[in-house]
């Protein structure tokens, strides 16, 4: 499986962007889709979480403005992340756990920056 994620850049506080991951490379469906980040000298933490039946999970942090979609048909997850903050400031991996097994893929990361 393969996950080809985009839309991560340099942005200034209280602006926006929208990250993108697409699945492919899989005949299996998938569950779960979602987006983690890792913040420097910080632990892997969830940003948000959609599962195939439409079921979401945010972490606390972004709550409220972070909104977690998927378009099933093309196995592909976005995040769109408003009111951004310099603590939003870190590399965004996105995950996907096939239905039915425990085999889980991360993507290869894309980077987001808040200027304050």
């Known amino acids: 499986v393969q996950l080809q994620a985009s839309g991560g850049g340099l942005v200034q506080t209280g602006g926006y962007l929208r990250l993108s991951c697409a699945a492919s490379?899989?005949?299996?469906?998938?569950?779960?889709m979602g987006w983690y980040r890792r913040a420097p000298g910080k632990q892997r933490e969830l940003v948000a979480q959609?599962?195939?039946?439409?079921?979401?999970n945010y972490g606390d942090s972004v709550k409220g403005r972070f909104t977690i979609s998927r378009d099933s048909a093309k196995n592909t997850v976005y995040l769109q992340m408003n009111s951004l903050k310099p603590e939003d400031t870190a590399a965004y991996y996105c995950?996907?756990?096939?239905?039915?097994?425990?085999?889980?893929?991360w993507g290869q990361g894309t980077q987001v920056t808040v200027s304050s």
């Open positions: 995950k996907v756990n096939l239905e039915y097994s425990g085999l889980y893929y």
């Open positions: 490379g899989t005949r299996r469906s998938i569950n779960a």
């Open positions: 959609i599962r195939s039946g439409g079921s979401t």
